[in-house]
């Protein structure tokens, strides 16, 4: 059963609007999220990341905000740009110093010109 | 340039030949691991190591060996692979202090 899920496996937004990524987890035992970008043929890099004694972090256009109660996360990009095409990968673990992530399985976002 | 390099980025094999496919960081991270990507599953642990001579498997261990002599390389052993492994493999490494962990281009190996 996967503890961290990205339920839309895609995503089109068009150029300058808000491209919005959810994630859901399960595990209680998680309370430091991150948020990694994929391009093709290239591994994944990070993006942004929230600690669960926060509620949202920001980053330039990309926020993340998390919801403790409902086990879920978002990421926010605003404006978004076509080069913010690729897949965004949402992943977890039990504290900041644990190196054991969780990924969830992606989703491919798609920002049209 | 800090970066983590595997190598083979590409590999055909075939059921049963040993393979190895290294990882190296030039970063003096403590921490490495191994994540294979399939579809529709996202990136799953297979195993990782918090400094040399330690190893623990991950989510996925099954078929898979590691070792970890020198901080900087982490090589992922296959004694005897099958179709079932094949996969999109990536190494990743991470400092004690930092946030993130910094992934390798990938390895993608076809078993047939």
């Known amino acids: 059963d996967q503890q961290v899920k990205q339920n839309s496996p895609s995503l089109s937004v068009q150029e300058g609007r808000i491209s919005i990524l959810n994630c859901d987890y399960t595990?209680?035992?998680?309370?430091?999220f991150l948020w990694y970008k994929k391009y093709p043929a290239e591994g994944p890099t990070f993006l942004i990341s929230i600690s669960s004694i926060k509620d949202k972090n920001e980053d330039g256009r990309f926020t993340v905000f998390l919801n403790k109660s409902a086990k879920h996360l978002s990421l926010h990009i605003v404006p978004s740009q076509p080069g913010d095409s690729a897949v965004y990968f949402c992943?977890?673990?039990?504290?900041?110093?644990?190196?054991?992530?969780?990924f969830g399985s992606g989703t491919q976002l798609t920002v049209l010109p | 340039e800090a970066q983590v390099t595997q190598n083979p980025r590409y590999l055909i094999t075939v059921t049963g030949k040993k393979l190895t496919v290294t990882c190296s960081q030039n970063?003096?991270?403590?921490?490495m691991s191994w994540y294979r990507q399939d579809p529709g599953l996202g990136l799953r642990q297979i195993y990782y190591s918090m400094n040399v001579e330690v190893t623990d498997k991950g989510d996925v261990p099954e078929g898979y060996k590691v070792s970890r002599k020198e901080k900087r390389n982490f090589p992922l052993i296959l004694e005897s692979p099958s179709p079932n492994q094949t996969s999109l493999y990536f190494c990743a490494s991470q400092d004690s202090e930092g946030d993130e962990q910094y992934f390798g281009p990938g390895t993608r190996l076809t078993v047939t």
């Open positions: 992943a977890a673990s039990g504290g900041r110093a644990a190196r054991q992530l969780t």
């Open positions: 970063m003096n991270h403590e921490y």
């Open positions: 595990n209680s035992m998680f309370d430091y």
